[in-house]
Nanobody, 116 residues
Framework: VQLQASGGGLVQAGGSLRLSCAAS????????IGWFRQAPGKEREGVSC????????YFDDSVKGRFATSRDSAKNTVYLQMNSLKPEDTAVYYC??????????WGQGTQVTVSS
């Protein structure tokens, strides 16, 4: 059972990245998926989440209008599309899956660096 976050990198301000959160050993469709980030010296904060029931999504005000999240059931993957990136988006990004019987999994984190 594993959750793998990937897709981070170095990008200039205004650029885009797409993060992937891929699962092995369990089906992401049954899990609410959250994206979190942690910048150096700061606490981990929630960025977005997508529910299981009706696909409703939540975005923190700091990323609203710039980030989007989606599921690809065939690939058992959830994506975080990040557009109009800002230097303050620089952080390690983590995905989290919460599902049946209070099961929860964390991905290992992927570094996003936005240069000004």
């Amino acid at each position: 059972v594993q959750l793998q976050a990937s897709g981070g990198g170095l990008v200039q301000a205004g650029g885009s990245l797409r993060l992937s959160c891929a699962a092995s050993g369990f089906t992401l469709d049954y899990y609410a998926i959250g994206w979190f980030r942690q910048a150096p010296g700061k606490e981990r904060e929630g960025v977005s989440c997508i529910s299981t029931s009706d696909g409703s999504m939540y975005f923190d005000d700091s990323v609203k209008g710039r980030f989007a999240t989606s599921r690809d059931s065939a690939k058992n993957t959830v994506y975080l599309q990040m557009n109009s990136l800002k230097p303050e988006d620089t952080a390690v990004y983590y995905c989290n899956a919460n599902g049946p019987f209070l099961s929860t999994y964390w991905g290992q984190g992927t570094q996003v660096t936005v240069s000004s």
